[in-house]
Nanobody
Framework: AVQLAESGGGSVQAGGSARLSCAASGTVYRSTCLGWFRKVPGQEREGVAF????????GYADSVKGRFTISKDNAKNTIYLQMNSLKPDDTARYYC????????????????WGQGTQVTVSS
């Protein structure tokens, strides 16, 4: 099993920045894919970004391309999400997910999940 712990959420003004962290522990395979998802009450969970822990391949939702950057620190089994030029529409609870299969994580939303961290962007 994999345990995930997110941190770094909070309240930010529109146009500002925030950085989220997700520390993974347990059985984290070298090839595990980790990703960030977000959910607003009453809406479907949305994939934000993912990263392959072995080769660093990344992917982003169109809504965050050019504004968000996902990165990793393999030594710490930790991923980060640097969020710049934040908009009120980015307000959501952000969750970290993990799955040895990138397809199952990113396309099907299946895997291990953290408790999430709230990001609120005010205009």
């Amino acid at each position: 099993a994999v345990q995930l712990a997110e941190s770094g959420g909070g309240s930010v003004q529109a146009g500002g920045s925030a950085r989220l962290s997700c520390a993974a522990s347990g059985t984290v395979y070298r090839s595990t894919c980790l990703g960030w998802f977000r959910k607003v009450p009453g809406q479907e969970r949305e994939g934000v970004a993912f990263i392959y822990m072995d080769n660093g391949t990344t992917g982003y939702a169109d809504s965050v391309k050019g504004r968000f950057t996902i990165s990793k620190d393999n030594a710490k089994n930790t991923i980060y999400l640097q969020m710049n030029s934040l908009k009120p529409d980015d307000t959501a609870r952000y969750y970290c997910g993990a799955n040895p299969s990138p397809q199952r994580l990113w396309q099907a939303g299946l895997g291990y999940w953290g408790q999430g961290t709230q990001v609120t962007v005010s205009s």
